[in-house]
């Protein structure tokens, strides 16, 4: 089953234009890397596919139904009402964790499932606890933000996004604000979510990495999908300006 699709998205910023013509699918199961130097415009298809951004055309579809469509050029949303449950399909994890610095770890979780899902409490704190000792944070959930290293605080953020157990999961950049070390604690947690066929869009320039846990990996370059396919497809291919990138970021 699709999870996800976009087609033929475009996006202008000032004339500028970031996305050329994009069209992609996420099936349910399916975890896709997405690869590519600044610029190309890898975080900018995720915040359109976040709602975040607004297309200037195309499609963006969850399980086969319309968040946009194209009318006469233009990109036309559905209502704010269709637009709220369809933000239920997906999680998103940023690259700077985006954590209330005000809010303890529990709340910091918790908070969203109160106020927008109107969970009772109890469910909301059992979920928040139950995905904070799946991610070795259990004796955390009563710190703050500041308290904890970079690799505790995209944790929170990651359980914060399983907490509103979404159909997929997208992620940009996850370790670009983490040394080494916290490196491979952040992405341990998500080769495990892989495992359980978590449905993940993960933004990287860790190509290893890609290459372990992407059942798909595309590259863009320049607002387009230049090259995509498996791992050893991508990494065995005969461009010479996707061997250069891998290459170059593998440190060969």
Known sequence: MKLLEMNHVKKNFDGLEVLKDISLSVEEGEVVSIIGPSGSGKSTLLRCATLLEQMDSGQLLYLGEYAAKDEGGRCVYASKADLKRLQHCFGLVFQNFNLFPHYSVLKNITDSLLCVDKLPRQEAVERAEKLLAQLGLADKRDAYPYQLSGGQQQRVSIARALAKQPKLLFFDEPTSALDPELTVEVLKVIKQLAKEHMTMVIVT???????????????????????????????????????????????K
């Open 205 to 251: 320039h860790e190509m290893q990495f890609a290459r372990e846990v992407s059942d798909r990996i595309i590259f863009m370059e320049e607002g387009v999908i230049k090259e995509q396919g498996t791992p050893d497809e991508l990494f065995g291919t005969d461009n010479e300006r996707v061997r250069e990138f891998i290459g170059h970021l593998s440190g």
